[in-house]
T-cell receptor, first 119, second 118 residues
Framework: KAGVTQTPRYLIKTRGQQVTLSCSPI?????VSWYQQTPGQGLQFLFE???????NKGNFPGRFSGRQFSNSRSEMNVSTLELGDSALYLC??????????????????FGAGSRLTVL | AQKITQTQPGMFVQEKEAVTLDCTYD???????LFWYKQPSSGEMIFLIY??????QNATEGRYSLNFQKARKSANLVISASQLGDSAMYFC???????????????FGTGTRLTIIP
């Protein structure tokens, strides 16, 4: 069973540019979440998409956006890049089951991440 | 207030010894899940073990076990017979909320860097 695939793995951009990162979830997983990881702030939740709809959003500026396609693949976009956007961006997928008994049991399976460096 | 607290920034452990990584959490949601993830230097987050708030037994997965003390709100990870390949960052995380309500989220601790010494 293929895992979560993120592309590109590494990229370098300059301030003011924009970037698009891609994530292909595990087959059958309808929920895709994005996280930003930096040495200073740790792992922070960006947003979650389910059935092409953004269902949950973290506390990030509007420069950070995303979308999900009908095949559950997701992209996130960062516009007007700042130095502080340099980070490892992790995508994760899950079944997102809503059963009351198993509400906490949705295991997130992560991809290897996209490491963005902003110069 | 921190939702997930990992008080050990780094640990050094002799190979083949057992190691306990500490994690305490804070939530008022009666239904939640606790996870441990391993992050090697390659960056990928690898799921290790899960404990549900209603689970009566402590979770175990091979060499990993979770020491769940609900009243104390702690969920420590125990790795038995440590191996060199266990050297990595370890993150404790808590999942709260309901997916269809749009408020389910996973909150991570700051992590513990574990180094296994030969």
């Amino acid at each position: 069973k293929a895992g979560v695939t993120q592309t590109p793995r590494y990229l370098i951009k300059t301030r003011g540019q924009q970037v698009t990162l891609s994530c292909s979830p595990i087959s059958g997983h309808r929920s895709v979440s994005w996280y930003q990881q930096t040495p200073g702030q740790g792992l922070q939740f960006l947003f979650e998409y389910f059935s092409e709809t953004q269902r949950n959003k973290g506390n990030f500026p509007g420069r950070f956006s995303g979308r999900q396609f009908s095949n559950s693949r997701s992209e996130m976009n960062v516009s007007t890049l700042e130095l502080g956007d340099s980070a490892l961006y992790l995508c994760a997928s899950s079944l997102a089951r809503d059963s009351a008994l198993r509400r906490g049991a949705n295991v997130l399976t992560f991809g290897a991440g996209s490491r963005l460096t902003v110069l | 207030a921190q939702k997930i607290t990992q008080t050990q920034p780094g640990m050094f452990v002799q190979e083949k010894e057992a190691v306990t990584l500490d994690c305490t959490y804070d939530t008022s949601d009666p239904s939640y899940g606790l996870f441990w993830y391993k992050q090697p230097s390659s960056g990928e987050m690898i799921f290790l073990i899960y404990q549900g708030s209603y689970d009566q037994q402590n979770a175990t997965e091979g060499r990993y076990s979770l020491n769940f003390q609900k009243a104390r709100k702690s969920a420590n990870l125990v790795i038995s017979a440590s191996q060199l390949g266990d050297s990595a960052m370890y993150f404790c995380a808590m999942r709260e909320g309901t997916p269809s309500f749009g408020n389910e989220k996973l909150t991570f601790g700051t992590g513990t860097r574990l180094t296994i010494i030969p």
